[in-house]
């Protein structure tokens, strides 16, 4: 049995390591395109974030005065029990995002859409959000913070099937220029691109590349990872840079992710992990074990399962190569 009290100081603890130092997999990207960004100012910001992240870590202090909006998600163990339930989860998912607002300190950014009243604690009407995902075989639950930053780093567009790559690379550009000339979402970002499913799915499988799979991680489909690869290289060919400068680190990595979606459309969602790309996962075992990493994992083969049976039959494993 996992405790509740245990899940409210992991959770606690998640929320301090994400809003205060940065995965070393962005962190690694970043000092990367540090070393072949020509622009000047370009080159400056990319140095002073470096510093920046670094006296963050030093002094324990947040690592961007604007702390984002604490997020979870909780993936589960079909094995796994929590002491109270899942209510008692999202309780102590509640109780530490509040604590943490006023002990780290964050924030605390979120009111009400009309009245603009809050709590003082980040933590509202379906706030902080908690997204779940289930993982067959195992008896833990891997619980992760994101402290999506770029308030406005986020499109979506229903392109139609004839539209193809091209659509779908033009979106893609009209997006990065757009935020680009609007200074919205410091860059450079992970960009995450959801690809088909309903509208709906389209937006959250774009936010969830961006903020649950590390720099350097491809799709597993070989095609898809191409894409990836293309969009990102386009993305720093536009001219623009860090923070919007003239440069070419515009985008730290590109992930796609997809879901079977209407036959008349391709639905598509744009999203930008800020250069303050705050994530922190912790996976709880039944033992009372906790690790922490900073890679989610999230998008596991189940996850991506494409057929009607778990694990999948011989013959469709066979279809697919
Ligand atoms: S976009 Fe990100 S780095 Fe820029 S101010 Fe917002 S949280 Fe900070």
């Known amino acids: 049995m996992i405790g509740k009290d245990a899940v409210e100081e992991t959770a606690y603890e998640l929320t301090a390591r994400a809003s205060i130092e940065i995965p070393d997999d962005y962190l690694a990207g970043v000092e990367k395109m540090a070393e072949t960004e020509e622009g000047d100012l370009g080159r400056f910001v990319l140095s002073s974030m470096l510093e920046n992240w670094q006296a963050a870590k030093e002094d324990r202090r947040a690592m961007c005065g604007d702390t984002g909006l604490p997020r979870y998600y909780v993936k589960i163990g079909n094995e796994a029990a929590v002491e109270g339930g899942f209510v008692a989860l999202e309780t102590a998912i509640r109780r530490a995002t509040a604590r943490a607002t006023h002990e780290i300190p964050l924030r605390p950014n979120r009111v009400h859409p009309l009245w603009r009243t809050h709590h003082d604690n980040n933590v509202g009407i379906n706030a902080p959000e908690i997204e779940y995902s289930f993982e067959p075989d195992a008896e833990w639950i891997d619980i992760t913070t994101v402290h999506k930053g770029g308030l406005f780093g986020t499109d979506y567009r229903m392109l139609f099937p004839g539209d193809g790559i091209d659509g779908i690379k033009r979106f893609f550009l009209d997006v990065l220029v757009s935020f680009g ?141």
């Open 181 to 321: 000339k609007r200074g919205l979402a410091c860059q450079p970002a992970i960009v995450g691109v959801g690809l088909g499913g309903s509208k709906d799915i389209s937006m959250t499988l774009g936010k969830q590349a961006a903020c649950l799979r590390p720099v350097g991680e491809r799709n597993p489909d070989p095609a898809i990872a191409e894409l990836e690869e293309e969009l990102k290289a386009l993305g720093n060919s536009i001219g623009m840079g860090p923070m919007g400068f003239v440069g070419s680190s515009m985008v730290v990595d590109c992930h796609i992710e997809v879901g079977y979606t209407h036959t008349g459309g391709m639905p598509m969602s744009v999203h930008c992990f800020c250069l303050s790309s705050r994530r922190a996962t912790a996976r709880m075992f039944m033992d009372g074990r906790v690790e922490h990493r900073t890679d989610p994992k999230w998008f596991t083969p189940y996850m991506r399962r494409e057929g009607v049976e778990w694990p999948p039959a011989a013959e469709s494993l066979k279809a697919s190569g």
